[in-house]
């Protein structure tokens, strides 16, 4: 065991000397940045513009790209650039991502909100659709390039801690340094900093594009589903996937063109249309591509003879194939009845924060009566550093004891906290003792925070110091379940569906909360959690099972 956590740390030091770590910590930061300047603090500087609350809500319209960024994955994944796809298969994607962003953001610099809005408006939604696009790029090239020594574990920590330094630098720091020289210098030095980072792109390394025509070719050999059968399932994945689009398309004109009166609530139509949209476009493919994987393994509707494309609307239809539904068919067949264990792991475990995160400011202010200074020193700056705290736990787990054992120990004290915020709820009287007892509510006090200010920041930094340890482990895993060849579509299939419970959830948990009272529901999603420590202990006896198997088959051969 001790020469195993050696092992482990020597892994994870050679790990941070390789130049894929400090890529990936770049590319971190990189997705970070556009994320908090577009959804956060541009409404910092359209209040000092002086716009008013009711014309900012068109703005709220751009977290759509970032909400159903999976909808493009698949052209992501296959569409290869003019030019630039030549470096490789992720490096165009992201140079040209990266540049546009830079060149947006030093181009907002340049214009005034209060009387350029309707470009404003539109360079913000160009830039989300750009960032959304990095982030889907940044994802399969994590897959992609992780190896023995830049594990995917290690990968997924930095990018992990990446991220939240670019929270930091596009939220506090913004905001302080627009005291100092104004919103336009703000926006002009972060424009130059991705495209800073869209220079070290350049030097990425990457990995080969699959041929395309390979897999389409296959589709017509002998042992394959025959073109009458996957025409019509492609069909159906279409007509779901083309309701999606539109319904995303006509929720955006219509906001556009309304006044503000009658603008439609995003927020709504999230949660509303989300899981609607994520059924229709990940669950129901999903289901259909195990259907075709089980006919094809039980020899059902299977050609016995090489079947060559006819025309033009074959080989289409052999395209949208290879992009829509092979990459669901590849990560059922691998799964196969462990799909279902593996799909309602990520639906739950992230359970806890999805549902109750819209709440806790209500619960921190209202509830609590708390002041806004208060909550952002605790959640802002000092939570923060939290979450980095906890992702850095995790990459010390990783070495220690592995990548699953680490993401039990994630759900459980995601959910864990829950409790530490019930306690909060009745008063603190816990918190109170624990600080005392063990010193730290002196400690804060030095640094001038009184009892009831020490109660939120140990509530705080319980919940940050498991979600950042819980996150890095999900990222991490998330990734290891996706299949290098088709990375950038299954991800962000996958991580979608974190949508779904969480968006489901919201609006029941806000009646309870209404009728039980907070401290209550705090307990009530503590005990929610646990089912996604259940579904991580089998998935982690199937992870085990399934190594021992693929150590036993050469010996067996």
């Not at 214009?111 to 750009?130: R, V």
């Not at 350049?202 to 073109?227: C, I, K, Y």
């Not at 779901?240 to 955006?252: D, E, G, K, R």
């Amino acid at each position: 065991m001790a020469e195993e956590k050696l092992t482990g740390f020597r892994l994870l030091g050679a790990a941070m000397k390789n130049r894929k770590m400090g890529l990936m910590l770049v590319f971190g930061f990189a997705a970070g940045l556009p994320y908090a300047l577009l959804l956060g603090t541009l409404y910092a500087w359209l209040s000092t513009a002086e716009v008013d609350l009711e014309t900012m809500g068109v703005f709220s319209l751009i977290g759509l790209a970032y909400a159903f960024k999976f909808l493009w994955s698949p052209v992501v994944d296959r569409v290869e650039l003019p030019i630039l796809g030549k470096l490789g298969r992720r490096k165009g994607w992201l140079i040209v991502t990266q540049t546009l962003l830079g060149a947006i953001l030093i181009t907002l610099s340049l214009l005034n909100p209060s009387t350029s809005l309707g470009w404003f408006s539109l360079l913000a939604g160009i830039g989300a659709f750009a960032s959304a696009t990095q982030d889907i790029v940044i994802d399969a090239w994590r897959v992609d390039v992780a190896d023995e020594i830049a594990t995917l574990d290690i990968l997924s920590t930095v990018y992990q801690l990446g991220y939240r330094i670019a929270a930091l630098a596009g939220g506090a720091l913004a905001l302080f340094m627009a005291d100092v020289v104004g919103w336009p210098w703000v926006y002009a030095g972060m424009g130059v900093a991705m495209l800073l980072i869209s220079a070290a792109s350049w030097v990425a390394p990457d990995t080969p594009r699959p041929a395309e025509n390979v897999f389409v070719t296959e589709l017509r050999q002998p042992g394959s589903l025959t073109p009458k059968v996957r025409s019509y399932a492609l069909g159906i994945v279409s007509v779901f996937w083309l309701w999606a689009l539109i319904t995303v398309i006509v929720f955006m004109v219509r906001s556009l063109g309304s006044d503000p009166a009658s603008r439609p609530n995003p927020t709504d139509f999230i949660q509303v249309y989300g899981p609607l949209i994520v059924i229709a476009t990940v669950i129901v493919p999903a289901i259909i591509a195990a259907v075709l994987e089980y006919w094809r393994r039980s020899g059902k509707f299977l050609t016995d003879s090489n079947v060559p494309a006819q025309n033009g609307i074959d080989r289409m239809v052999d395209h949208g194939y290879v992009a829509l539904l092979l990459p669901l068919s590849e990560l059922m067949g691998r799964l196969r009845w462990a799909a279902i264990l593996v799909l309602g792991l990520i639906l739950t475990y992230r359970l806890t924060d999805s549902i109750w995160g819209p709440f806790a400011y209500p619960f921190y202010l209202d509830e609590l009566g708390y002041t806004n200074s208060e909550v952002a020193i605790a959640s802002k700056f000092f939570g923060v550093a939290m979450t980095m705290l906890g992702i850095s736990l995790g990459a010390v787990l990783f070495a220690l004891i592995g990548r699953m054992p680490t993401l039990i120990i994630g759900a459980a004290t995601a959910a864990a906290t829950n409790l530490l915020y019930a306690e909060l709820a009745l008063g603190g009287a816990m918190l109170d003792a624990f600080g005392q007892l063990t010193g730290l509510s002196w400690v804060f006090a030095q640094f001038g925070a009184d009892e009831r200010m020490f109660r939120l920041m140990l509530a705080i930094a319980g919940e940050n110091l498991a979600g950042g340890l819980a996150g890095a482990a999900f990222v991490a895993y998330l990734s290891s379940i996706t299949s290098k060849t088709y990375s950038a579509v299954q991800y962000a299939l996958l991580s979608s569906l974190t949508f779904l419970v969480g968006a489901l959830g919201r609006g029941a948990l806000g009646e309870a909360i209404e009728i039980y009272g907070y401290a209550d529901i705090f307990r009530f999603t503590a005990a929610l959690g646990m089912i996604a420590v259940i579904l991580c202990s089998f998935e982690w006896m199937r992870y085990r099972q399934e190594n021992e198997n693929r150590e036993q088959a050469p010996a067996t051969a």
